[in-house]
């Protein structure tokens, strides 16, 4: 008999409570939609080609509701058997069959307007974790509950799962308390691999997200791991980002000082950012978060979600912001607060590596002064037992402001650190280097100081030079006990050294000679060892001293009497 074509006169469609339930019980999913009321108006219906062209689709109260949980067989066989499948048989006449394969004709639904009110989703990954992974007030993207969803859909077209049309509204709440409040887009095509959003305009109550938005995944399961199996590509024009819309979708950040601290903080972004989030990458980023910190960088950043593990590399054109902030994005940086006295910073240059282990070199501008820098730190044993080298160059750096000393002034010098190790006095060890153009102390300006020493712990062996009108010296030898009271040991040529003129002395004072010195102590008065002194050569405003040798020796006593004690020859 000739087949007989089916033609269905339908003009309206009207749904009440209404309930589809898909069940794949060997793999183990199942799907539930149904709709409390809803209403289609058609143009044409033609079951022989596979069409359906509605004007206008309304429903209320629409749900849909995913499951999935452990099948007779894993998702892997699952998946295997259903390739064997496409296998066909040898027996099978190809050319019936490519003929056959070329005539079909997928499903294909379009309407000029949707709009769904009171919508619910649900979607829960049993496979995954049997129950909530995060707290009640945050986002879980194995375990959703979405309601109050309110959607307006123009133009739409759907082909098998090959979605389209223009978004003019669409607003929804999770259980976790994250909301849309808005968002549309001129041009929307989504299928199992793909999502593309134009014109995009996503407003929460404390962000709004614009321009285009791309995403890329393997599968639409893909989102239930969404920071490492979904692929992003957006490009940002005058968006405003909120901390806490970030960490709604990455909850691990929460753990880090600066993302808990300022959640209110919206972040202003203008750029282009691909990847993951925990691949992320960008090669002209425009950033602001609050008003002292922005960004214009490239940049790439891997496993951002878990700091133990985080490696970024940033190209900084140009970094600005307060090193208190600072220290709240960096691990284990929460309690050096003394570096606050900086201030304001702007940084240029570039730094990779992870949180605890990176290499840095580039420009910073501090409130203090301008440091130039090229250096490695690795602090993942700890402040202590922390590795590091480098060089370090300072240009008319205030040390008083960063010591809270009002004795020291600004210094620029050129330095190396090698083989350094420990961040604290009592652990850090280091071979220095370093040529001091000039540095000011008690208001004298200092210049031409050569440094070559050995730093270890307390104890400090080197060679020190310097030559000035008022200072002639060359220093060899160690002090001990820096941080407490330090004991110097050592050999000191003095040419010229003129106390009053270094501002060292209320009256005029000079002094040249040979110095073989072993004393322990912080002030002048109150020293205690011995002094071997050559051709010694004192001068005041109005007399001149000159010893050929000097033995000094000074002691404290059983009942705590300083004793001193001079031995001199007179030339």
Known sequence: ?????????????????????????????????GVDDGLLSFYTVDPAQKTVRCRDILLDGLFVRVAERHGQITVEEYDRREQEKLVLPEYVD??????????????????????????????????RSAQRRFRADQLDLDHMRVHAIDFEIDSFAMEDLDFSGQVDHLTFR??????????????????????????????????????????????????????????MDGHFKNCRVALRDIMAFAIPLERNPFFSQNQEEQVLLNGRIRGTVNRLSSSNLDLRIGSQTSLNSSFNIRDVTNPDLTFFYFDVNDFRSRVSTLRQLLPGAEQSTQFDKLGKIRFSGNAAGFYYDFAASGSLMTEAGVARVDMQLNTESGKNEATYRGALSLENFDLGRLAGDENLGKITVTSTVENGRGLTPASAYADLKASVEDFTFKGYRYENIELIGLLNRDFFKGFFRIENDDIDLDFRGSIEQLSTVPRFDMELRVDQFDLYALNLSKKPLSVSGRFDIDLLGKELSKLY???????????????TFFLENVAAMSELSADSVQRFELKAGIG
Do not use: C, M
């Open 174 to 231: 999770d259980s976790s308390g994250f909301v849309a409040e808005h968002i549309s887009a001129s041009e929307v095509h989504v299928n199992s691999t793909r999502a593309h959003l134009y014109g995009l305009d996503l407003v929460t109550p404390y962000s709004r997200v614009g321009d285009t938005l791309i995403f890329t995944y393997d599968d639409y399961p893909a989102f239930t791991d969404f920071e490492n199996e979904v692929t």
């Open 94 to 127: 190809l050319d019936l069959y490519y003929l056959a394969d070329s005539l079909y004709k997928p499903f294909r639904l379009t309407s000029d307007h949707i709009h769904i009110t009171n919508g619910a989703f649900s979607f829960d990954a049993f496979r």
């Open 529 to 543: 060892g011995r002094a071997d002194v050559q051709d010694l050569k004192l001068s005041s405003d109005s007399d």
């Open 1 to 33: 008999k000739d087949p007989v074509e089916l033609s269905i006169s339908l003009q309206e469609l009207r749904l009440i409570d209404v309930t589809l339930v898909d069940w794949n019980q060997a793999k183990g999913n199942t799907l539930q939609l």
